[in-house]
């Protein structure tokens, strides 16, 4: 007998283009390491002009393409690693991650069928998505029970959009079965309960993708919560329209965590077939820490969870995941065709909007392996001390005002112009206080030295006047680089700004 002859693919000889990708990794691995956000700033008329060119009739050598693309396109990109950049979650810079991230890349495993596309791939996804459940308290089946994509309860999307939208299927699908073969016939019913002012807009957006047209209501809010009472009235209120209660266990402004337990028993109480949804892409965090679990006590209670890694964990992007409860429920929103093979553990099955994907959740496997239960743990206790540190600096300042209690890695604050205090702000005053920062925030990006955030909020604590709309700045403590130094240099940035804004510098 024949055996069959296993060549060893570690004595290849070094293929053209081998020393080129070298260099691109470590051109890389300088910018993330670099303590600038930008290497250098231009206005988007500049770069459009720059970059905005016609294709070349002649080909370029490969060392050509890299120092086009390292002197045009390289300075001009944001570095996110940055410990000057405080604005988002998103650093992307774990060792570990950026090595799945490449392993992923080279090994070209497509996640729409197991047997040939992704042997061992579907495996590995199927166990991060097994510690993401288990991590937010949803049950997993042994290991031996097993059996196929449907007993998995999860799928991993590109972003929480997707996977907001994919449980808004869910819900439609619970709302109406068999909406997926026959359409939507009665929209009015498809209504989806939100809180008001702080609502992600991907659950507005996915309601009109999905064909339910844009049926959303909003309860009002206490301290960035839902008014339980006038969460409950609403819901009697519009009895049988509402197919689905959205709760954000850590919401895209503040990072606040809903009361989750407190949500699902006021909803339960008035109709148990309502389809409760979880957004907790920036909550997750909260699930690593035995000091914070608490936080988000309820939310195995819910139909389906969304996570980000992406913006918690350090993870390059793109990386979200749906979980649901029950996991057979994915079926409802499953895909039937002759190209994705009908067999146990194709995942093409389970994914609404997504064919062909790439090797996702390696990078997260390799973190998760990387960090453990403890070094998780470890990562989310010390985002939250440094969110408390920076909230103790605001609270010194003698011109900041905080607008949230910090639940998560996320501090809320205005700066107040010079002459108007803190309190009951009346109209003309608190123009002023927007005004300020929003030319606060249009230096910052212009001049790309320090960032933080901006969008619209309500005052819903009342610290400049209650439920009035403000523009303030956040700061965000999940840059793994960041020092209390760092924190305390962009206050002193931020009250030069404001002091040449005023004309008093």
Known sequence: ??????HNTSARPPRDGDELLHRVVDLGLRFKSRSEIFARRSDPEEIRDLLLTELPDNPMTGDEVLADFENRVL????????????????????????????????????????SFDSPSATFIEIAVLRWLRDLLGYSNPPVADVHTVWDVGGMVTPGGTTSNTVAMMLAREAKAPETMRSGVTEPHRMAVVVPKGIGHYSVKAALTWIGCGAHIIEVDTDGFRYDKRELDRTLARHRGRVMAVVAYAGDSRTQTVEDLRAVHEVVRNVDSGIWLHADACWGLLAAFSPRMGGKIDGIAEFDSITVDPHKIMAVPYGLSALLVRRPGVVRSVSTYSDLIMQEDFAFGQVTPFIGTKGWM??????????????????????????????????????????LNDPDLAAVVFAYLPSG???????????????????AIHQRMLAEGKWHLHQFTLPDDLGRLRKGAIVHPLRFMANNPGLTEAHMREVLVYLDHLAAELEGTA
């Open 1 to 6: 007998m024949h055996q069959l002859a296993i």
């Open 75 to 114: 300075s001009l990109c944001k570095n996110e690693a940055s410990p000057r950049f405080m604005g988002f979650g998103d650093t992307g810079d774990d060792p570990l991650a950026l090595m799945g991230t490449m392993l992923a890349v080279l090994t070209q495993q497509n996640m729409i069928n197991q």
């Open 361 to 402: 959740s390696l990078k997260l496997w390799m973190m998760m392996l990387g960090r453990g239960r403890s070094g998780l743990a470890e990562m989310a206790d010390r985002r939250e001390e440094l969110a408390r540190s920076f909230a103790a600096l605001v609270d010194k300042h003698p011109r900041l005002i905080r």
């Open 420 to 438: 108007i205090g803190s309190g009951e702000l009346g109209a003309d005053e608190l123009r002023s206080v927007n005004e300020l920062n929003i």
